[in-house]
C-alpha cells in the first residue's frame, strides 16, 4: 500500500512538473529580442457570460498588467474580445476589471470585434503598427497561438514579438497539465487545417 501511495504521489508530481514544462516552453515560443521604447500589450479574451469579467479574463487582465514593461517610453494595453458568450464584450469586462478594479491609468485600446483568436490577432493589427515590441498574453499555449496567428497575418509585426509575463511557475500549477493538454490538442487540430 505504501508502495502504491508512494508511486502514486511521484506520478502525480511528473505530470505537474509535465504541465509547468509545457507552458514554460510555450511562453517561449515563437518570440524574439526585439528592442524598442515603446510596446503594444495584447490580452486575449476568453469566452465571458455575465456582467463581470470572468476568472479567467480577470487572470488574463493581470498577467497584462505585469507584462507592461515600467521603463518602456510609451505602452499600450489592448484588450481583445467580442460579446461571445453575453451581452457584454469581453474587451469591455476586462477593461473595467483592469480600471476599477486593478487601478490601471495607461492607454487601453478595446478591440471588440472578434469571435475567435483569429480575429482576434487580424483586429488588433492596426493597433500594433507603431510599437517596437509586441506581447500577447493569455495562457502560454494559447498566446502562442496568437503569436503563430500573428505571424501568419502580419509576419513584419511578428518580428516584434517579445515575452509576456503569463508564464510563472507554480502559478495554476493544478491546472498547467489540463490547459497543456487542450492547448496541445488544439494546436494539433489547427495544423490539420
Known sequence: MRKRTRLSAIGLVLVLLW???ENWR???RLVGAATGG???????GYRNAGTRANLMNRWRVRAGL???????LSSRLVLCGGACAGLHTEAALMAHYATEICGYRGE???EDQ????????????????????IKIVSLPLHA?????????QSPELASRLVRGAEYRFGEWMAAKPLVAVHGLWQDARDRVR
Do not use: H, M
Not at 505585469?66 to 518602456?72: F, T, V, Y
Not at 469571435?115 to 490577432?121: A, G
Not at 502562442?144 to 501568419?152: F, W
Open 66 to 72: 505585469r507584462s507592461i514593461d515600467p521603463n518602456a
Open 38 to 44: 515603446s510596446e503594444a500589450v495584447v490580452v486575449l
Open 108 to 110: 487601453l485600446v478595446l
Open 26 to 28: 510555450a511562453s517561449r
Open 144 to 152: 502562442a497561438k496568437g503569436r503563430r496567428y500573428l505571424a501568419q
Open 114 to 133: 472578434s469571435r475567435t483568436t483569429w480575429e482576434n490577432i487580424g483586429f488588433t493589427i492596426p493597433q500594433l503598427k507603431d510599437f517596437d515590441r
Open 19 to 21: 504541465g509547468e514544462w
